[in-house]
Every structure is written in C-alpha cells, then in structure tokens.
T-cell receptor, first 112, second 115 residues
C-alpha cells in the first residue's frame, strides 16, 4: 500500500526566504508525482508534474525534484512571497493503479 | 477551455436526505476521479470512472455511496441517507485519454455539510 508523507506539517517563514518542502513515498513504482497548491476553502491547483523518468521540473520560482529510488521529492520555493501562503500537497500515481495518493500537506505561511 | 466544473459549491443537507454532487470534466477529458477531504485530513481516493464505466471504486464506502459518468452529461456522486460523518469537501478531477501519464486537473470542490 502506497503511503505518502510530507514534512513539515506546517512552516512559517519571513518574506524573501528560500524554502524546501519534503515529500516521501513508500512504493517507488510510480508513474508520476504532482505538487499541488490548495488555498483555504478552495480547490487544488496543479503546480508541477514530474514523470518517473524525470529528475526535476521548474516553473518560475518553483523547482521540484524527484528521486524515485529513494522515494523522495522536494519542492523548492525561491524568494517566498506572502501570496505563496497556502497548503502544498504532493501526490503520486502508482504504476499499478489509476489513483493519486496524497500526502497530508504542508501548511505554509509567508509573513510580510 | 473551462476547467473542471463542480456544482454546487456548497451543499447543506439534513441527516437522512440525499446529496447529489455534479462534476463536468475539462473539454476533451474522458476520465473522472472523485476524492474526499475530511476536516483536517488529506484527500482520499473514492472512485475512478470513464464514460459509462466504473473502473475503480475501491475507495467508495460500501453503502449509501454511488457514482456514475453517463455518455452525456456530468459525472454524479450520490450519497443516500447522509450522516454527519459525510460532511467533507468532495473534489473531482479529470484527465485525458492516457490517464497514467497526464496531469490531473481538479475542480473547486463541493463542500457538503450535514446538519
């Protein structure tokens, strides 16, 4: 059974800091890994999708890496802004199934 | 190209009533997934459907819950005889033909409150 863990559960940083969010998964047989952002009371916005054959993806100030063999992914946010405050979720798509398995999320607060 | 559309956004039902949640996938997407997010918990998979077919319903509670994705119209998640524990945010996602390799796009969710 695939389990996804995100550390830390919550993070508060001052504006301008670079930060790293961590995601680990127990079954390395995955097709892809996605990072999402969820604002309070809102839906999920896809940030980055990394295929199992890829090592990283970048979009603007965001960079996600994937080490499938060790079951880890990181989301790097450069020069954080108050508008980055949200819950960040990682989800993996197993090779043997059709569902995304989500972590519990990291609640990020960027203070002005 | 509109995103995944869910309605209603908020739904209040009394215990014992039925709740119907609707999801229209993105244009060109034929795969629909339903997830549930209980308060203070992560998203849990419920069911995966293609047009007129249930592919994987292993995450659905055995009783009172059903889902369909007809040839025409939106996907429907139906909860019969709702109980307080059904209060949650229900999210729908859709993807293109080859669901294993493409990105999943989520709707804004329906927040069900059972009173």
């Amino acid at each position: 059974k695939q389990e996804v863990t995100q550390i830390p559960a919550a993070l508060s940083v001052p504006e301008g800091e670079n930060l790293v969010l961590n995601c680990s998964f127990t079954d390395s047989a995955i097709y892809n890994l996605q990072w999402f952002r969820q604002d309070p009371g809102k839906g999920l916005t896809s940030l980055l999708l990394i295929q199992s054959s890829q090592r990283e993806q970048t979009s603007g100030r965001l960079n996600a890496s994937l080490d499938k063999s060790s079951g880890r992914s990181t989301l790097y946010i450069a020069a954080s802004q108050p508008g980055d405050s949200a819950t960040y979720l990682c989800a993996v798509l197993r090779a043997s199934g059709s569902r995304l398995t989500f972590g519990e999320g990291t609640q990020l607060t960027v203070n002005p | 190209n509109a995103g995944v559309m869910q309605n209603p956004r908020h739904l209040v039902r009394r215990r014992g009533q039925e709740a119907r949640l609707r999801c229209s996938p993105m244009k060109g997407h034929s795969h629909v997934y339903w997830y549930r997010q209980l308060p203070e918990e992560g998203l849990k998979f419920m069911v995966y459907l293609q047009k007129e077919n249930i592919i994987d319903e292993s995450g659905m509670p055995k009783e009172r819950f059903s889902a369909e994705f007809p040839k025409e119209g939106p996907s429907i998640l139906r909860i019969q005889q709702v109980v307080r524990g059904d209060s949650a945010a229900y999210f729908c996602a859709s993807s293109q033909e080859d669901s294993l390799l493409t990105e999943a796009f989520f709707g804004q969710g329906t927040r069900l409150t059972v009173v």
